[in-house]
């Protein structure tokens, strides 16, 4: 898999997202809910993300290492006006894309401290 140039700090958003909010996320990821990512800007990252038999349209602004805004069609993402649980998986996908040791999903990732 090609190497994104980018660097997400993903402790300081980790820190801002409610526990089982982004359990939720990290277990689509696991699940490869994550569907192709597109980036057709520097920094914007677009992906579908299937839960329950439908799909979501997830998208990510990354902007040196911080996350500047976030999209969803979901409707907790309409509700609640921090990230959404397809926003998180997105943004592990791309933690992962980022990395050089390839987290393959079976064991922890390092976002833990
Ligand atoms: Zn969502």
Redesign the pocket.
Known sequence: MAKRDIHIDIASIHDGVIIPLWKQGEALYRQGAVGEVSSFAKGDYQAEVNEDGST?H?SLTIYEGELTSHA?D?L??KRYPGL????VALLLKLNEDSSDDGFEGDEEPSLYF
Do not use: L, M, P, S
């Open positions: 979501y997830v969803c979901c907790d993402h959404c649980r397809h926003n």
